[in-house]
């Protein structure tokens, strides 16, 4: 897997965010896609449109199981904050329940 990269496309349509159909063994993760619009170096004031981008490159493999880890925690992030709060909850009434003890309430 390769750092974020800022690249200039000239690609005729917007690129996609998450492209894995232009190499077999690479997928490119895409960000922050602009297109913009500058002057071609030695023409006269011919103007060129292109796509300026965040990439990233990863192997398939690694791309696979980045989206099996994405789809885990999606699928038991409920279950999880369930846990916390419910941890959360238990302590505070242990807190209560000790400070009750020490003031001699119960």
Same mark, same amino acid.
């Given at each position: ?6 690249? =200039?496309? =000239? #690609?005729?349509?917007? $690129?996609?965010?998450?492209?894995? =159909? *232009? *190499? $077999? ?7 922050? &896609?602009? !297109? ?15 796509? !300026? ?9 690694? /791309? ?7 789809? &885990?925690?999606?699928?038991?992030? *409920?279950?999880?904050?369930? *846990?916390? =709060? !419910?941890? !959360? ?6 807190? /209560?329940? #000790? #400070?009750? &003890?020490?003031?001699?309430? &119960?």
């Amino acid at each position: 897997m390769t750092d974020w990269k800022k690249v =200039t496309g =000239t #690609q005729p349509d917007k $690129p996609e965010e998450i492209d894995r =159909t *232009s *190499s $077999p063994l690479t997928v490119y993760l895409r960000k922050n &896609i602009e !297109q913009v619009t500058r002057e071609v170096e030695g023409s006269n004031g011919e103007m060129a449109t292109e796509w !300026q981008y965040d990439e990233k490159e990863m192997t398939v493999e690694e /791309y696979e199981n980045m989206a099996l880890m994405k789809t &885990i925690v999606e699928e038991n992030t *409920s279950g999880i904050v369930e *846990s916390v =709060t !419910q941890f !959360q909850r238990d302590a505070v009434i242990d807190e /209560y329940t #000790q #400070q009750l &003890i020490e003031e001699g309430l &119960i």
